[in-house]
């Protein structure tokens, strides 16, 4: 079945950087376009960046362009989320996404908390 794992959240101070992974398994990764989605308290949740099976095709969502980095391993079957000088309204909880034939396959989402 699938399953993805997201990992690399925590505590940042604004300004600061934090490196999310998603490790993936059940699907042909390799062929899988891979999304970051994130949702903060009382709203809802967002698409943040997406890559296509080669990478060649990134998009973002506007607030985060210039800030954050998505990137894939297809050997590790690992989508990445690098994200730099972290704002407080990137605080979420920021999950991995695979959809396939319409549906939708989440991780358990991983908690960023950008603070002094």
Not at 29 to 38: I, L, P, Q
Not at 43 to 67: C, H, M, P, W
Not at 76 to 89: A, C, I, R, W
């Amino acid at each position: 079945q699938v399953q993805l794992v997201e990992s690399g959240g925590g505590l940042v101070q604004p300004g600061g950087s934090l490196r999310l992974s998603c490790t993936a398994s059940g699907f042909t990764f390799s062929t899988a376009v891979m999304r970051w989605y994130r949702q903060a308290p009382g709203k809802e949740r967002e698409l943040v960046a997406s890559i296509s099976t080669f990478g060649n095709n990134i998009n973002y969502l506007d607030s985060v362009k210039g800030r954050f980095t998505i990137s894939r391993d297809n050997a590790k079957n690992t989508v990445y989320l690098q994200m730099n000088s972290l704002k407080p309204e990137d605080t979420a909880v920021y999950y991995c996404n695979y959809r396939r034939f319409s549906i939708d396959y989440w991780g358990t989402g991983t908690q960023v908390t950008v603070s002094s």
